[in-house]
């Protein structure tokens, strides 16, 4: 008698898991196919108050003034732009991924300075913010 050559998920499978294309398939388990499993890694987005707030970045380290934030952090993106923190406001749109609110912080801004920005690129680019950071593990507050 020849054995049997099973497909590696059938060891996850008969380990407790469920097999492929089951309805029943908890979230956090890893998903299964014929070549064995997958799974999948969670990356720690920063948090919003971090985001807006930080100052630079240090390895994998942000770097947040923790005196705004604590100041500031329940104020919306125009309640930030109000107060004339156009960082912190765009950031804070950045993080919500409303461009509205982006394109009313670069309109502010130009009333404020006097400058005439064209749109959110530009912003981006003076301001040298352009996504939240993938990779950040560690938030250093001063």
């Keep these: 008698m020849q054995a049997q050559v099973l497909p590696r998920w059938a060891a996850w499978a008969a380990w407790g898991k469920l097999a492929p294309g089951s309805s029943d398939a908890d979230a956090s388990a890893p998903v299964l ?3 064995g499993p997958i799974f999948f890694i969670w ?3 920063m948090k919003r108050e971090d985001f807006i ?3 630079g970045y240090q390895g994998e380290a942000a770097i947040v003034d923790s005196k705004a934030a604590k100041q ?3 104020l919306s993106s125009a309640g930030l732009a109000e107060k004339s923190l156009f960082r912190a406001a765009f950031c804070s749109a950045l993080y919500d991924n409303d461009e509205q609110a982006m394109n009313s912080v670069v309109e502010a801004y130009n009333r404020t300075s006097g400058a005439s920005l064209k ?3 530009a912003m981006k680019r003076l301001l040298g913010v352009f996504s939240v950071p993938e990779g950040v593990s ?3 507050r001063i």
């Design 72 to 74: 500031y952090s329940r």
């Design 43 to 45: 990356r720690k987005q």
């Design 119 to 121: 749109g959110i690129d």
């Design 138 to 140: 560690k938030v250093t």
């Design 33 to 35: 196919h014929a070549r």
């Design 53 to 55: 707030f930080s100052i």
